[in-house]
Every structure is written in structure tokens, then in C-alpha cells.
């Protein structure tokens, strides 16, 4: 019935139905296979880049978690070098003694906090008053070169105002220690 309605028409009108169809088929064409390749292809761009993102977040993670992961290895290495019977302030006693000043110090505060659930630093604020400055650098020199897990954590020194060749340190020594489980 196509065929004999088809070859009843003029050629000019065949040719319109045969160009209508052909336009048909290729917007069927289109609609059904080549746009929904390209909306994929166009999504999977998308994709590509937001995944290029997140990868390179990705590596600056990584990078952040190696030095926080040697961070903690340091302070294991520091917390497993402190001695059982380790008192700080027993020790800072001693290095003031030994450098001389002990008549100098003024108080000596402990403090305890804190850092995380395994470990805990110790400080202790240590004043003195009236220090000569080669008595200041020898004092310092055994705080650093104890070979002890201790560190200089703030200083400050400050020149009298009476004596000019004399000065007021306040230090700052702190350690790290593992709390008992």
C-alpha cells in the first residue's frame, strides 16, 4: 500500500518524501544514538577533570600525612629515650647547679599538658635573675647538650635596668613522656 501511494505521486513529490524521510531518520538518528554518545562523552570530561582535583588534594594529603607520620615517629623516638625515673624539674635543678646559678633562680613552675591520649609534656618556666651573660650561655649550653629529650621551648632575657652587664632569663624547658597505661 506504501509502494502504490509512493508511485502515484509526482516526481517532485517523491522526491520530498524520500528527502522527509531520509531528514527523519537522521534526527531519529541523532536523537537516540549520536546525542546521548556526546551528553556521555561531555559528563565523562567532567568527570575526568573533578577526578584530576581530587587527586592532586589527594597527593597534597599524602605529602601533609608524611610529615605528620615522621612528626610522630620523632616523638616516639623522644618519649622512648626519657628514662623510667625522669623528673624534669629534679633535672633542671641539677643543670642550674652545675652551671652555677642556682642561687640565682628564682622559682622553678612545672606544667603538665596533654598531647593526645599516650603521651604528655612536661614543662617547666624556669626564672633567674641576675645572670651574667657567659653564666646565661653556659646554663643554655647544658639545657640544649644534656643528651636528654628536652628542648628549649620559649626564652627570654631581658638586661637589668640597675646593672646593664646583668640580665633576667626566663626559660621555658619542656620533654615529652609516654603516660602509664
Known sequence: M???VFNNLKPREQG???????????????AYAVD???????????LIAQKGKQYQELL????EYSGLKKQHEELEK????????????SFMEGLSTQ??????????KPRFTPVGEDYRESSI?????????????????????SGMPIHIKTLHLK??????????????????????S
Open 60 to 63: 597534597v594529603l599524602q605529602k
Open 78 to 89: 623522644n618519649a622512648s629515650r626519657t628514662q623510667k625515673d625522669f623528673s624534669p624539674l
Open 99 to 108: 652551671a652555677g646559678i642556682r642561687d640565682r633562680v628564682v622559682s622553678m
Open 36 to 46: 546521548p554518545l556526546l551528553q556521555r562523552n561531555a559528563a565523562l570530561d567532567r
Open 125 to 145: 618556666e624556669v626564672k633567674a635573675e641576675r645572670l651574667t651573660l657567659p653564666q646565661t650561655v653556659s646554663y643554655l649550653h647544658r639545657i640544649e647538650n
Open 2 to 4: 506504501i509502494r502504490r
Open 159 to 180: 638586661a637589668r635596668f640597675d646593672d646593664p652587664s646583668q640580665a633576667d632569663l626566663t626559660v621555658t624547658v619542656s620533654s615529652l613522656e609516654r603516660v602509664k
Open 16 to 30: 520530498i518524501v524520500i528527502v522527509g524521510g531520509a531528514a527523519a531518520v537522521l534526527i531519529l538518528l541523532y
